[in-house]
């Protein structure tokens, strides 16, 4: 049996997790989650009915408790594209991140949205060739932001992000810099306009 513990995480990362443990199961094993929050427990077992799973849900004392069954192989692999088409998913794109928040409204949460779309962002059948930072969203590319694991796991698998050097000069953070290749607005520009798609986040 596999255990994903995914208590105190926000979404996506229970669900992230969960489909980590679906792929690297085998057929006919059980999955244990767990998690306390009722947006992920909810998402997750959308998420697992959409891969034709039967999964089974309790809630006891504020914790969900999610258990599954692995039928056949594949289950998981599939999941990868979470029912996107793939060729959609087929050309080139630069994710362009501008901010340290996403979307506009509360400030608290739209920290909440932009850590949570880059955590996600590894997680996609198709990721991008180039992550571009500047203004305040290079501060998302400094110390403990919340997603530096995430960053350097997008590193590791050959995307190339770049961050704004006037920017960290601005915002006095080039000394904290922890994942990413300094660059500058010519390079950034020339990028963008090359790409075939662009998503800001």
Sequence with gaps: ????????????????????????????????????????????????????????????????????????????????????????????????????????????????LMKGFLNALHEQPVLPTHLIFYNAGV??????SGVIASLRDLDADGVEILVCGTCLDFYDLKKQLGVGTISNMFTLTEIMAKTGHIVKP
């Design 1 to 112: 049996m596999q255990q994903v513990d995914g208590k105190g995480l926000l979404c996506p990362q229970p669900l992230i997790l969960t489909r980590r443990a679906l792929k690297a199961s085998q057929p006919g094993e059980t999955l244990r989650i767990e998690c306390d929050n009722q947006t992920a427990f909810q998402n997750i077992m959308t998420f697992l009915k959409d891969q034709s799973l039967a999964p089974t849900g309790t809630e006891t004392g504020g914790i969900f408790q999610i258990e599954v069954v692995k039928e056949k192989q594949g289950i998981g692999e599939e999941a990868a594209t979470f029912g996107v088409n793939p060729g959609i998913c087929s050309s080139a794109y630069v994710v362009v991140v501008s901010s340290d928040k996403m979307g506009e409204g509360d400030p608290q949460l739209g920290a909440i």
């Design 139 to 144: 501060k998302l590319t400094t110390g403990d």
